[in-house]
């Protein structure tokens, strides 16, 4: 807890330095997120940088099966010195993974990680939780169109600053390729996130790891634009002031629930909106008057 009021005060201090880079990963089930961390990550630690890893899935508490499947998917980085990898922690809401990760986030900067991969699965709305919590937001793609990628939610698109489309090695390059151009010409009908930035489409593979070191140089370049545009800095501020309404919002509705007056009053109100007996909107008044007077 200390390190992390420490490093919130110097982060004020600094948020102009922008010595880290925060970047959001999110894809479909079987994309090769895992895959292409392992690859990405031993690269960025080859030139240097330290590397954590977050994983943002509030699914995975019900399987259990992230922590095992991600250790043997990326066996080299695990055990690198200079990266990190935390699972998605094994409990709790959207809301309370979302936290938790966020303070992670700072607790790793502040102990020297200049890469921080936040990754998540793009099918529910933990996407939207990451893009953010991120300085840049990339979309991993598999060389596959229509079915296999139905399970995205389109929204996810319009938020992504770079498409990436993996597995683009031996037969499957073609297919890579009709992808990237399919991409390219979707993303130019989109509103633009970015005053400075227009959403590219890259293609790498994970396995022969072509495409990464280019990929490494595209996210660099944004960087590079978005800081000196100062929209670097605009977005985290932004972003900061997002983390604290969506621990109050969450917060708050534990403390009205569980407050005596309208724990009371909850139930019979209740059966009454649904009887139709009083408007919804006269029982929330009621309930929030007898909240209010307590604090009064
Ligand atoms: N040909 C090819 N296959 C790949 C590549 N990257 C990953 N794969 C394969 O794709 C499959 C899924 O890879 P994962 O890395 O587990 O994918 P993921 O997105 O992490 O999947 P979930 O964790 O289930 O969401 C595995 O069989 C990988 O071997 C690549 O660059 N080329
Ligand atoms: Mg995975």
């Keep these: 807890m200390k390190i992390l009021h420490d490093n919130i005060a ?31 990550g031993k690269y960025l630690t080859s030139k240097n ?18 922590l095992l499947g991600d250790k043997t998917r990326m066996p080299e ?5 200079n990266a990190y990898i935390r699972p998605s922690p094994s409990c709790g809401t959207l809301g309370g993974v979302t936290r938790t990760t966020n303070e992670a986030i700072v607790l790793c900067e502040g102990t020297g990680f200049d890469v921080v991969i936040v990754e998540t699965v793009g099918v529910g709305q933990s996407e ?24 995205i939610k389109k929204g996810i698109v319009e938020v992504a600053d770079i498409v990436i489309v993996n597995k ?9 390729r009709r992808i990237q151009t399919e991409y390219i010409s979707a993303l130019k009908f989109m509103r633009k996130r970015s005053k400075v930035w227009k959403p590219k489409v890259t293609r790498i593979s994970s396995f022969t790891k ?8 595209t996210l660099s370049e944004y960087r590079k634009v978005m800081v000196e545009s100062t929209e670097f800095t605009t977005r985290r501020q932004k972003q900061l002031k997002i983390w604290m309404w969506n621990h109050i919002k969450d917060n708050i509705l534990d403390v009205f629930c569980e407050n005596h007056k309208v724990e009371d009053k909850l139930p019979m109100l209740e059966n009454l909106v649904m009887k139709g007996a009083v408007t919804p909107g006269f029982a929330a008044d009621l309930l929030l008057r007898d909240f209010i007077q307590t604090f009064k």
């Design 77 to 81: 980085l695990s055990c690198d010195d």
């Design 168 to 176: 683009s090695d031996g037969d499957l390059i073609p297919a890579a």
């Design 210 to 217: 072509d495409g990464i070191p280019e990929l490494w140089d």
């Design 10 to 40: 110097e982060n004020t201090h600094s948020l102009s330095k922008q010595t880290t880079f925060r970047i959001g990963l999110s894809g479909p089930p079987g994309a090769g997120k895992s895959t292409f961390i392992e690859a990405f």
């Design 49 to 66: 940088h330290k590397v954590a890893v977050l994983a943002v899935d509030p699914s995975s508490s019900t399987t259990g099966g992230s």
């Design 128 to 151: 939207f939780a990451v893009a953010d919590m991120v300085d840049i937001f990339c979309l991993l793609i598999p060389p596959a169109g229509g079915d296999e990628l139905q399970g």
